[in-house]
């Protein structure tokens, strides 16, 4: 694994951990290189501008925090640099309670896009590959 792209992915990860966490909207938009696409079982959701991102994101921090859960970590399991600008990134992420202790789980796989000059990653298309259940 090239470990440049790993800390890349983990630096991005850990941003986009904080902006989910605190109910960052704007923060959270921001990690999206639009237009993206959001895929899973039951169909896909086409992401046109970031007042998308922030709706779907609306509320869930209040909903986890409501639950007990008051932090997330993002744990890379593996990151594959497909082209100099796509990496596709597996991540299992934790959702957290007061104690720092793992509750939940879920897992995702997104490709991201270094879409800005400086070449900053953005999600271009995520899947949710949580088990069910």
Same mark, same amino acid.
């Given at each position: 694994m090239d470990t440049t792209a790993h800390a890349e992915v983990e630096a991005f990860l850990g941003r /986009?951990? #904080?902006a989910l966490a605190t109910g960052d909207l704007p923060g959270v938009a921001a990690c999206y290189a639009l237009p993206a696409l959001v895929a899973g079982d039951d169909g896909a959701i086409p992401i046109a501008e970031a007042a998308q991102v922030e709706a779907a994101f609306a509320g869930a921090a209040d909903a986890y925090r409501a639950q007990g859960l008051v932090g997330i970590r993002a #744990? @890379? +399991?593996?990151? &594959?640099?497909? %082209?100099? %600008?796509l990496l596709l990134a597996d991540?299992?992420?934790? /959702?957290l &309670? =007061?104690?720092? =202790?793992? +509750? +939940?789980?879920s897992g995702y796989r997104y490709? @991201? +896009?270094r879409s800005t000059p400086e070449g900053r990653l953005g999600i271009q298309v995520v899947v949710d590959t949580t088990p069910p259940g």
């Amino acid at each position: 694994m090239d470990t440049t792209a790993h800390a890349e992915v983990e630096a991005f990860l850990g941003r /986009y951990a #904080e902006a989910l966490a605190t109910g960052d909207l704007p923060g959270v938009a921001a990690c999206y290189a639009l237009p993206a696409l959001v895929a899973g079982d039951d169909g896909a959701i086409p992401i046109a501008e970031a007042a998308q991102v922030e709706a779907a994101f609306a509320g869930a921090a209040d909903a986890y925090r409501a639950q007990g859960l008051v932090g997330i970590r993002a #744990e @890379l +399991r593996a990151v &594959d640099e497909l %082209t100099p %600008t796509l990496l596709l990134a597996d991540v299992r992420w934790a /959702y957290l &309670d =007061q104690a720092g =202790q793992a +509750r +939940r789980h879920s897992g995702y796989r997104y490709l @991201l +896009r270094r879409s800005t000059p400086e070449g900053r990653l953005g999600i271009q298309v995520v899947v949710d590959t949580t088990p069910p259940g």
